[in-house]
């Protein structure tokens, strides 16, 4: 028989030890976060119905998703997303709940994507969402408590912005361009793909969806737009898209985090339920993919039968963040040394070894005990491969004494201990 592969299955992921440091540091601070600005946790079932999922079809996602049939002939689907199952849940509760709520959850996604950096098969996402507020309030909030997530995992101001624009503004100006209403989600999702397919490919998904020439190149000469001043005086004075991006950047002053917000019109997002202000942040060098991405989305609890009810939210993987706060603060920034390592000569010192642990996890440490007796060498060459920040190791003489050494693993300070 051929060996097993001991590889998980392309793109699915395994978090080995070390792994988990980074991925405990980007969970507590998406907890911490959304917790600070009172977002409630929620959790749904990884498998959705597959029909629940292609309600909003048309897009990249929608043809990424990995389904199957169970034993009797359900179609089931791995989410890729948790936009569509908060929505089933919402409106499942519709006349029950006090809106607006503002719930978050740290969800387990499966999207069957080209592996390129920073895209896997498998990834977590927070979601943050606000569901029932009409005003920019809740686009600066869940904006707001992002970047903080971000800065709680050691992400410096300055290296992240977030790009904004509003679907709404984009629909303004390809009306005065003569492109009807119609053709604009499909226009959305075309230019959401520049830069990573040719403006030709792109021109070639424009015409088939029915643009002629004239409105091809105007739809481009968009996206040359490189200011919201530029873009106010294409839409207009009476803009009303115009007018809620103005009030976003006049917000996000007052929650000190403009210097981290800019306006970009080439922000357009790949899923079409989204209906006007959309956001992604980056890294500032501009090496990686989005770090999150979201926006408003009002018509969604109606596509799926529900009331209408404006939403606002956003998606936040924990693949790229990881990849850039490596880039940022090295490799192994996330392994904080903490709690003592406890080791002894021989089986005499084991009981004392074990009180000593015992007596030190009551007092709240984190003690990792040795489980058989070791050389000092090894003893230590372990400890200071681990996490632990201190060690102590207890010989014949100390059980004697009635007291041991406690050694700053980096420092090699020592300090003396009584053995209970
Ligand atoms: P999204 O832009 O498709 O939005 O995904 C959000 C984030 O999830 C991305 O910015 C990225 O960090 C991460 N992500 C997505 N796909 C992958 C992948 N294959 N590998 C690694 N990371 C990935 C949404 O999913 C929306 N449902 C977000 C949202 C919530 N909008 C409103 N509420």
Redesign the pocket.
Known sequence: MATLSFEPPR?MRDFYPEDMLWRNRVFDAWRQAASAFGFQPYDACVVESLELLQRKSGEE?SE?IYHFEDKSGRQLALR????PT?ARMIAARQGRLTFPVKWFAVAQ?F?Y?RMTR??????Y?L???IIGEESVSAEIEVMAAAATALEKMGMPADAFRIHVNNRALLSELLDKSGIAAAHHPAVFLALDKRGKIPDEAIATLLREEGLDETAIAKTFELLAVETLDQAAEMAGADSPAIARLRELFTLAKVYGIEDRLLFDIAVI???S??TGIVF??FDTARKF???????R?DNLLTTIGGDPTP???????????VEVLKDLLGETAAAERNGVAIGYMAPEQREAAMRLAKTLRDAGETVDLSLGKQKPKAFFSRANAGTCADAIYIGPDDVTRGTAKRKHLDTREETEIPLP
């Open positions: 793109g996602v990424q890729p997303e948790m936009t908060l996604c999207r994507e920073g895209r896997k098969r498998e990834h996402q979601n943050l969402d997002r790949g899923l339920y989204y992604e942040a993919r989005a770090i999150f991405g979201g926006g989305y939403a606002v939210g956003l998606g936040f993987g924990d693949v790229v963040v």
